[in-house]
């Protein structure tokens, strides 16, 4: 599938010294962006990240660093006018990401 | 929160030493999938969320494997409908009635209301081994290597769709890369289109008022059809087609997809309607940037999207449709008042 979204933009930052090849980013990541290369975790398809923080949170050598968040407008707009940080209105009343 | 009811799943109950855990149907009966369509199409605005807690589905027993999910009545119907001949502990964790993947992603369905509601269900005195399956969309607020050093429960991420499940436990609870992967396919941005249209129907009352206030005093229906029609069509552009088209449209920005979509049912417009140049380039510029919000607003209905990239989406876009969106409802004044169209 040939979805993706805007290029060389997202905050996803990987320090090799710090991997151990324990595979957990590639088994979290929703869109294939890491591979493993000679045993340890490789960027490999960057432009498909989102940004949804799983591999950092998962990564036991804080190898993995990422700005973690909603790739959502209305978020940002909300978070904007309420002085927040961008928040989906993910609450039981309110509709957001299904 | 109201939880909704489950006794018409509830078949009974298996004594456990941490108490009477309720056994659950997998089959969904009708009122599950009515309910669900409603919420779908968010009528009635209820909860939809069911109790917390640990539940079972088959015949489980200490060595059954535990499955983890939210208390999203959708994750949880979605989950137990797919657990056909198998065995297993329901732990359903209290995510405030949201989806795994949007709790996961707030903190709310994260390492400490898994480790709360470990201990809370004493699920170390229910099964006898140490491994909870989770849904891999779980990962964003689930630390797995957190997760074992406070509670002696190992976490294992199963695949994105419960429908996976079946294969994946098959397999020994391994997960191939396609069950890994999170899909935007058709007939998934099909299902976003009820919610995103139920949203901007609520602002329907303003726009036709809007309208009827452009034509006032001579409030003639087929005049009237001129600006309803162009209307209505920005909405279906940007709520509709942009998202069933997304894969085909050129460029990656959505705004500039919705663009697209919207200049089509635009010539459409013109085709049909019998607009002055004038008219026509206001709409251009109305339906232009209608739709390219709409679009840039379904940024959160999809999975593709980054919030770095939407940022700078926002940054470039918004000064556009802002300018295209004022300069077009203008004109479309102005000669309301100088042709009295």
């Not at chain 2, 609870?173 to 249209?197: H, I, Q, S």
């Not at chain 2, 918004?318 to 300018?323: D, G, N, R, S, Y």
Request: aromatic share 8%; hydrophobic share 50%; glycine share 8%.
């Amino acid at each position: 599938m040939g979805l993706r979204y805007l290029a060389n933009v997202v905050s996803l930052e990987l320090n090799k010294s710090r991997c151990n090849g324990c595979g957990m980013c590639l088994a979290v990541c929703p869109h294939e962006v890491f591979a493993l290369e000679n045993g340890k975790a490789n960027i490999v398809d960057r432009d498909a990240c989102i940004e949804c923080g799983a591999c950092q949170r998962n990564c036991p050598f804080t190898a993995v660093t990422v700005n973690p968040g909603v790739g959502c407008a209305a978020a940002i707009i909300q978070g904007a006018l309420q002085g927040t940080a961008p928040s989906c209105g993910c609450s039981p009343d309110g509709g957001c990401c299904k | 929160m109201n939880y909704q009811p489950l006794t018409h799943a509830t078949r009974g109950f298996l004594f456990t030493p941490a108490g009477a855990i309720p056994l659950i149907d997998i089959g969904l009966q009708k009122k599950d999938i009515r309910a669900g369509w409603m919420k779908r199409w968010n009528i009635g605005r209820m909860d939809y969320a069911v109790a917390p807690g640990l539940y079972a589905v088959g015949n489980p027993d200490p060595t059954s494997p535990v499955l983890v999910t939210a208390n999203y009545k959708f994750s949880f119907d979605s989950l137990r409908r797919e657990l056909e001949a198998i065995s297993a502990w329901l732990l359903v964790l209290d995510s405030g009635g949201i989806n795994v993947w949007c709790a996961a992603g707030k903190g709310t369905f994260g390492t400490d209301e898994l480790v709360r509601s470990i201990e809370a269900m004493r699920l170390a005195e229910v099964v006898s081994h140490r491994v909870l399956i989770l849904p891999q969309l779980a990962a964003p607020g689930v630390a797995a290597h957190e997760v074992i050093l406070r509670s002696g429960f190992r976490v294992l991420y199963g695949p994105v769709r419960a429908s996976d499940l079946p294969a994946f436990m098959a397999a020994g609870n391994r997960a191939t890369p396609a069950m890994r992967r999170v899909r935007f396919a058709a007939a998934d941005r099909l299902l976003t289109v009820p919610v995103e249209l139920m949203q901007i129907l609520r602002y329907l009352p303003y726009l036709l008022a809007a309208i009827i206030l452009l034509h006032l005093p001579r409030l003639r229906v087929t005049t009237m059809l001129n600006d309803v029609f162009p209307l209505a069509a920005a909405i279906f552009s940007g709520t509709v087609l942009m998202p069933l088209l997304l894969p085909w449209l050129p460029g990656r920005a959505f705004s500039g997809k919705g663009v697209w979509t919207g200049l089509a049912l635009w010539l459409l417009c013109w085709l049909l309607l019998p607009w002055s140049l004038a008219e026509a380039l206001a709409w251009m510029l109305i339906i232009g940037a209608v739709s390219a919000f709409l679009a840039l607003n379904y940024t959160g209905a999809s999975t593709i999207t980054s919030l770095s990239g939407v940022k700078k989406e926002m940054r470039l876009a918004m000064p556009a449709i802002i300018t295209a969106a004022a300069v077009g409802i203008i004109l479309r004044v102005i000669l309301r008042f100088t042709l009295g169209g």
